[in-house]
């Protein structure tokens, strides 16, 4: 029984890391393009308030979601009249709420990458007559390439090991809101540390491999550049 729920809470881990890192670069994307092209004085707000998640502890975004996703709440009854349902302590409450948390993830990479991308090339390229979407889908997207896949790397990655917002705003339903961080924390509190060191050592290894990939796609710029320099050190 208790293998048949970490099961499920492994597919509801995996389903709501997944969607959540797809609306992550969907929403993050045009975010970090405008915060990278912004010339204001206002900048350093918008930062600041993206990347508060990185500072704020989860249990106050939490509760704030909470409030806000409370079926009394204004923004909880238009969920419920546009969905049929209620909003707190659904699988959709958890995603929304991971998508908050974890916005910084993938904006700042991103942002980074488009700083770095310079104007030479894409105002050529719209001399030349390519529209904006031209420009993104076959210029910006395949010199940043490595930075999306950072991005979503680290979205998913960082979503996958969410505790308190998930609990806040999702509670433990299983199959619907019970995710792997809260199972791990049910068996510790029914002192069963087996399936606890089972859970804790399959999330170490995951995450293990998953910040390997992200150092190796980071890494190989570095060396195609050295390659074409010449420096083999």
């Known amino acids: 029984m208790e293998y048949s729920n970490d099961w499920l809470a492994l597919w509801t881990t995996i389903k709501m890391a997944g969607l959540t890192t797809l609306l992550l670069l969907i929403l993050g994307t045009p975010l970090a393009w405008y915060l990278a092209n912004l010339r204001s004085r206002y900048k350093v707000i918008i930062e600041a308030i993206v990347a508060l998640p990185l500072v704020l502890p989860p249990t106050v975004l939490g509760f704030y979601l909470l409030i806000t996703f409370a079926p009394n709440s204004a923004f909880g009854k238009l969920w419920q009249q546009l969905f049929g349902y209620q909003l707190a302590f659904s699988f959709s409450a958890i995603v929304l709420g991971s998508v908050l948390y974890s916005l910084p993830f993938v904006v700042q990479p991103l942002q980074k990458a488009f700083e770095q991308l310079g104007d030479n090339m894409l105002q050529a390229a719209a001399m030349l007559g390519a529209g904006p979407i031209d420009r993104f889908f076959n210029i910006v997207l395949p010199m940043t390439k490595a930075s999306f896949i950072t991005a979503a790397s680290l979205g998913f990655a960082h979503t996958v090991g969410e505790f308190g917002v998930v609990l ?19 068996h510790v509190e029914a002192f069963n540390y087996q399936q606890a060191h089972l859970l804790a050592f399959a999330l170490i290894i995951a995450s293990t491999v998953l910040l390997s990939l992200i150092y190796l796609l980071n890494h190989r710029p570095k060396n195609h550049h050295q390659q074409l320099s010449g420096d083999d050190r």
């Open 168 to 186: 806040m705003i999702g509670g433990n339903i299983p199959g619907e809101t019970r995710v792997l961080s809260i199972a791990l924390f049910d």
